[in-house]
């Protein structure tokens, strides 16, 4: 496609229950990054992949969350037993590389997680 | 945590004024960029500026970089309706993974 795409772009769910979160990448992008952005506030990094590693999952809220990339495209986010403290837009962007530091992320249109 | 903090949190201005929005930050940088966030969703990248540039133009917006001060400024000239939005900075330090780390942003209304 074009863009990074994300899906659902509205989620629904009820606190206890498991979700995924999907992001389609730009074809070619080979570094994948997943923010969370709760209401009023700044960008919080969760996890980066390059390719399919993900070298550094401290920003991972807790071991609810987990994270996978496959055929270094298509990333899923998974949280499970969620919490209200849960309830975020959850942001997916891709940049072509991430060795250089010079790299403009390009973002998907976000999830938006409502846990009742 | 964050390493960019965006000044001030909020911005209202009218058409037609210039608006400028600050950022400041705590450790080295590699660079930082500007990107806008229009209804809470996607953000767009504006401008990245590297460690070693003083100042850089794209359209109607000018950012600046200080390093010895540790901080950068992003201005919007003759402001339109349009340009309402959050604009967040990001840092990416040096000698570090070269993952953007984003401040809380700042949110500026242009009245028509």
């Known amino acids: 496609g074009a863009g990074v795409s994300q899906s659902p772009s509205n989620k629904v769910t009820e606190k206890g229950k498991d979700v995924e979160l999907r992001c389609d990448p730009i074809?070619?992008?080979?570094?994948l990054y997943w923010y969370r952005q709760s209401l009023g506030q700044g960008l919080e990094f969760l996890i980066y992949?390059?390719?399919?590693?993900?070298?550094?999952k401290s920003g991972l809220p807790s071991d609810r969350f987990s994270a996978e990339r496959t055929g270094g495209s298509v990333s899923t986010l998974t949280i499970q037993r969620t919490q209200q403290e849960d309830s975020a837009v959850y942001l997916c962007a891709s940049s072509f590389n991430l060795g250089t530091g010079n790299e403009k992320l390009f973002f998907g249109s976000g999830t938006q997680l409502s846990v009742l | 945590s964050q390493q960019g903090e965006e000044d001030p949190q909020a911005l209202s201005i009218q058409e037609g004024e210039n608006a400028t929005m600050n950022c400041s930050y705590k450790t080295s940088i590699n660079n930082l960029q500007w990107y806008r966030q229009n209804s809470g969703r996607g953000l767009v990248h504006l401008i990245l500026i590297r460690s070693n540039e003083r100042e850089k133009h794209s359209g109607r917006l000018r950012v600046t970089l200080d390093t010895s001060k540790k901080s950068s400024s992003l201005l919007i000239t003759a402001s339109r309706a349009a340009d309402t939005a959050s604009y967040f900075c990001a840092t990416v330090s040096s000698g570090g993974s070269y993952i953007p780390t984003f401040g809380r942003g700042t949110s500026l209304i242009v009245h028509p």
């Open positions: 992949f390059q390719g399919n590693s993900a070298p550094d």
């Open positions: 074809s070619g992008h080979t570094a």
